[in-house]
Nanobody
Framework: QVQLVESGAGLVQRGGSLRLACAASGRTFSRYAMGWFRQAPGKEREFIAAVSGGGGATYYSDSQDGRFTISRDNAKNMVYLQMDNLKSEDTAVYYC?????????????????????WGQGTQVTVSS
């Protein structure tokens, strides 16, 4: 069982930055790939980025334009999402998730059903 708790969200002006953090429970954190998703009102949950268990591989949505960066610190059981130059369309609830699946190559960890555990979500609002 893995419990995930997101933090770091809130209200930010357009063009600003935020760093989301996700704290994971358990002693097997490095066995899980970690991902970030978001869901805006009336829309489906959308993949943003993922990182492999050891942190050596990262995956980003094809629609990502280089403004978001995922990282993890296995010593602290943490995963982060750095978000820069935020836009109003980034307003959404952001979720971190853990996947026990192994994947290599392209198209990894970009589907909701690849994940076993989810955080409760945290609201990011970008004001114009």
């Amino acid at each position: 069982q893995v419990q995930l708790v997101e933090s770091g969200a809130g209200l930010v002006q357009r063009g600003g930055s935020l760093r989301l953090a996700c704290a994971a429970s358990g002693r097997t954190f490095s066995r899980y790939a970690m991902g970030w998703f978001r869901q805006a009102p009336g829309k489906e949950r959308e993949f943003i980025a993922a990182v492999s268990g050891g942190g050596g591989a990262t995956y980003y949505s094809d629609s990502q334009d280089g403004r978001f960066t995922i990282s993890r610190d296995n010593a602290k059981n943490m995963v982060y999402l750095q978000m820069d130059n935020l836009k109003s369309e980034d307003t959404a609830v952001y979720y971190c998730a853990a996947s026990s699946q192994y994947c290599a190559g392209t198209g990894c960890y970009d589907e909701v059903d690849e994940y076993d555990y989810w955080g409760q979500g945290t609201q990011v609002t970008v004001s114009s």
